[in-house]
């Protein structure tokens, strides 16, 4: 089982940059594929992009592919994600989740949750 606490969303303006982190608890968190979902109000949550377990795959979101980098340190329990130019339709609650060893693509694939870091972008 691991446990997932997000940091580091707020506010910022249109075209800043900005890092999320997710800590993780847990001995085996090398073990788990981890993704970032977001999800803005009225809408559902969406995916954002993910990593697996050794980090060598990343997948993203066309809407952020480009702008945003998922990482892991699984030294530190750790993943991030980094955001460049961000743009006011980012603005969101951002998910860290994670799920044993496959990535997964969608939010009923990931079985552990945190519980969400908001991120707002002022144009």
């Known amino acids: 089982q691991v446990q997932l606490v997000e940091s580091g969303g707020r506010l910022v303006q249109a075209g800043d940059s900005l890092t999320l982190s997710c800590a993780a608890s847990?001995?085996?968190?090398?073990?788990?594929?981890l993704g970032w979902f977001r999800q803005a109000p009225g809408k559902e949550r969406e995916l954002v992009a993910v990593?697996?377990?050794?980090?060598?795959?990343?997948y993203y979101a066309d809407s952020v592919k480009g702008r945003f980098t998922i990482s892991r340190d699984n030294a530190k329990n750790t993943v991030y994600l980094q955001m460049n130019s961000l743009k006011p339709e980012d603005t969101a609650v951002y998910y860290c989740?994670?799920?044993?060893?496959?990535?997964?693509?969608?939010?009923?694939?990931?079985?552990?949750w945190g519980q969400g870091t908001q991120v707002t972008v002022s144009s």
């Open positions: 989740a994670a799920r044993l060893y496959a990535l997964g693509y969608i939010p009923t694939d990931y079985n552990y």
């Open positions: 847990g001995r085996t968190f090398r073990n788990y594929a």
């Open positions: 990593i697996s377990w050794s980090g060598g795959n990343t």
